[in-house]
């Protein structure tokens, strides 16, 4: 139906990609939360608008293997858990859960090459662009208060989506802070996005999405080239055209995505 391809729109903001040189270790578990209100305005259908809330979290295994001209990227599901009033699925869920995505850091540490599986699966789907956050645009030998900029290019085509979002990021350079008890590396992020493309929904078929984004947020780097955390705010304004509605129907989301190291 239309509202669950909205909710699901919504769930996550992609972010910028690329890292530190160091390379990271063999395997690494983290926490994913990520939590959003929309409001869907469907006022131009003669309907009332509508507001959906998403609270989902996730326990994913992080992989890089050393390969030819950089590492290869293995992730795995392990879970996800879900609450609040988007119409999200048990067979959503269940669907997610063991769920893997496979990817390429070159020696850039730039990401690319991203697949998931299952394909069919849009919140598995959220994952895969979710990756693009677990490397950051990290500039050498910065010092506090230099600031640099990057730009991203993610793709969603699980689900029967194909969407495009290009996301640039400016980041400045902080001070150290303890993150799980390991001395991290401060970096402070603000960002603007835009996203076209199109939705596939059962109810309503092919909708046309179009949108941009703002978002600011802390990341946080071990010394060994670890991601150890991840806080972002975003609002997103996206807008939906359907054959069946006489004018687009606007979406605004307001989320936020936490990224933590488990022991």
């Not at 990609?17 to 939360?33: D, Q």
């Amino acid at each position: 139906m239309l509202l669950r391809a909205l909710a699901l729109l919504s769930v996550a903001g992609p972010s910028p990609s690329s890292g530190p040189a160091t390379p990271a270790p063999m395997a690494t578990r983290y926490k994913v939360e990520m939590k959003s209100e929309t409001t869907i305005d469907l006022s131009v259908m003669g309907a009332p608008v509508q507001i959906q809330t998403v609270n989902l979290s996730a326990w994913l295994m992080v992989r890089l293997a050393d390969s030819a001209g950089g590492r290869a990227l293995f992730v795995k599901v392990d879970s996800m858990t879900f609450d609040g009033t988007a119409p999200v699925t048990r067979e959503s869920l269940d669907s997610v859960k063991g769920a893997e995505v496979h990817g390429f850091v070159n020696g850039s540490n730039k990401l690319s090459n991203l697949t998931v599986t299952p394909s069919t699966s849009v919140l598995a789907g959220q994952i895969q662009g979710l990756m693009h956050n677990f490397f950051p645009r990290v500039k050498a030998r910065a010092k506090v208060g230099d600031t640099w900029m990057d730009t991203t290019t993610v793709r969603d085509e699980t689900g029967g989506n194909n969407t495009t979002t290009v996301v640039v990021t400016s980041y400045t350079a902080g001070g150290v802070e303890s993150q799980a008890g390991i001395a991290a590396v401060k970096f402070a992020t603000t960002g603007t996005s835009t996203v076209t493309g199109t939705l596939e929904s059962p109810a309503t078929g092919t909708m046309e999405l179009e949108g941009s984004g703002s978002s600011t947020g802390m990341v946080f780097v071990g010394p060994d080239g670890r991601l150890l955390r991840i806080t972002s705010s975003a609002n997103h304004d996206q807008r939906i055209k359907l054959s069946m509605a006489p004018a687009l129907i606007p979406v605004k989301t307001v989320q936020t995505v936490t990224v933590t190291l488990l022991p």
